[in-house]
């Protein structure tokens, strides 16, 4: 059997008559079975998907109305809630963490008869860029195992193109969804703030993360797109989208477009293989029709500080909870007073997380918030005041998703900053809360390297049709896995 077709191929396949659900789970178990000791996607595999797909087969059979899903098999990052499922996070401190209830995105998912295939690895609590930060070991990339497949959702690049799923959800805090897309080879996305729902995604930092669909090809996004988005009444952050179609004319191009080149993000510490990609993807841009010209952000510049000193502080709220008291593991309290216990069980966390969270309480603090955490807000004011102004006279920003190549397991994970760095072109759509996709361009000496789209607020089906046109000039191979 195919495993190596988009989601909507596999949709008309099912409904064809061509394919069943059941057949095509088992296949990807087996798929699973036989190259995640090399990669390391997941964390965990459900055991019942073949007998979900098989009542999903039943139903098909029956002529009952069936799902758009048609039980697709997608894989899940572990800091998104499935009930009754395992969710760690990829920490030890939730090793034994059992979610009550399902995140808004998969009751949406289910509704559509999704077969969810197993939570993957991630970066311990989202916070990493290569998926080295998992307290379960790495995730390697399928082009080549030596090599880290991006983070934090390197799980779910790695699952979407090792052909172990058909699709993945991932998370997206500062490029956590396009980041692994570039690196692994397919498409990301990260949309507007509020289009997708964050109930029952385990928070870092609310005010800029968001949910976004992993896939083989950009109409596979715009498909999962249209079952996720839309407004909550679990997470008033969300918006109405009216029930957009975003596959609806998704081929209509864009011929008189106007696009920014962003100069922040294709000059000093670009890699020359990333640098002429880059050239290339603008001259691919221009033969659709468009017009291209470069344009400066200052305050790209200051965005990766910016972005770290808000998350940071973000994140050590949001993890004071983890106290091991409603939260965490087996570890008995006698022998310690409260504090002293809980700093024993935040031994648990690991040193990425525990670096952030100390960071996070030192630069809100009384006498620091003016220096730093003030300041950032500032900038991320600034930042998105500029970016207004830039969407006024252009359709779409491009740059590349990463200005390297995927790099050596191993190489950075001792640099911190080298690897903050690596965020420069992603955290300004998560800092203004603009839709931004990563979409496969060219492979260079064996690794992909990705572009990156931006569109203005709520302008996401405009920028689903900028990535879909990029996506037709080119033809890659399959991750040699």
Not at 106 to 122: C, P, R, T, W
Not at 291 to 304: A, G, I, Q
Not at 368 to 377: I, R
Not at 415 to 428: E, K, Q, W
Request: glycine letters at 8%; a negative charge; charged letters at 20%.
């Amino acid at each position: 059997m195919n495993l190596k077709i988009s989601a909507l191929e596999y949709v008309q396949e099912v409904k064809n008559g061509n394919i069943s659900a059941e057949d095509f789970t088992a296949e990807t178990l087996e798929r699973i079975s036989h190259v995640d000791d090399k990669l390391h996607s997941y964390l965990h595999v459900d055991s019942n998907a073949v007998d979900k797909a098989r009542q999903i087969d039943k139903k098909i059979k029956s002529g009952e109305k069936v799902g758009a899903c048609f039980g697709m098999p997608i894989s899940v990052k572990d800091n998104i809630c499935i009930n009754g499922t395992r969710t760690s996070c990829a920490s030890k401190i939730l090793h034994d963490f059992v979610a009550p209830y399902d995140a808004t995105v998969i009751s949406k998912l289910k509704e559509q008869d999704a077969v969810f295939i197993g939570k993957v690895n991630l970066d311990e609590f989202a916070m990493g860029l290569t998926t080295e930060f998992s307290a379960y070991g790495p995730t390697h990339n399928p082009w080549n195992l030596d090599y880290v497949p991006g983070g934090s959702s390197g799980g779910s690049g790695a699952s979407v193109s090792a052909f172990e799923c058909v699709a993945s959800l991932g998370s997206d805090t500062g490029g956590s969804v396009r980041n692994p897309a570039s690196f692994c080879g397919v498409v990301g996305y990260k949309p507007t703030y509020g289009l997708i729902s964050r109930f029952g995604l385990i928070s870092y930092a609310n005010s800029i993360e968001q949910i976004g669909p992993m896939t083989r090809t950009v109409k596979d996004t715009a498909f999962m797109l249209n079952i996720i988005s839309g407004q909550d009444q679990n997470d008033d952050t969300t918006i109405d989208n009216s029930g957009q179609d975003y596959l609806s004319g998704i081929d209509d191009g864009i011929e008189g477009k106007k696009i920014g080149i962003i100069q922040e993000m294709i000059g000093e510490g670009i890699d020359p293989a990333v640098s002429s990609a880059t050239k290339k993807a603008i001259s691919k841009f221009e033969g659709l029709g468009a017009s291209c010209e470069v344009v400066s952000l200052d305050m790209v510049k200051y965005s990766v500080a910016a972005y770290y000193t808000i998350t940071a502080t973000e994140a050590g709220s949001n993890l004071a909870r983890y106290d091991n008291l409603l939260y965490g593991y087996d570890f008995p309290v006698e022998g310690y007073e409260f504090n002293s216990y809980i700093s024993k069980a935040r031994t648990k966390f690991g040193p990425e997380v525990t670096r952030r969270m100390i960071l996070g309480g030192f630069v809100p603090s009384a006498g620091h918030a003016g220096k730093y955490f003030l300041k950032a807000l500032k900038v991320k004011q600034k930042l998105t005041r500029e970016v207004r102004e830039v969407f006024k006279k252009y359709d779409y920003l491009i740059s590349p998703t990463v200005p390297i190549l995927p790099f050596k397991i191993g190489e950075k994970i001792d640099d911190p900053i080298a690897l903050f760095l690596v965020d420069i072109n992603t955290v300004t759509a998560n800092l203004t809360g603009k839709p931004a996709i990563s979409v496969p361009f060219e492979i260079s000496n064996g690794l992909p390297i990705g572009m990156q789209i931006m569109a203005n607020s709520m302008e996401d089906k405009s920028l689903l049709k900028a990535a879909r046109a990029l996506e037709s000039t080119v033809k890659l191979p399959e991750a040699p896995i």
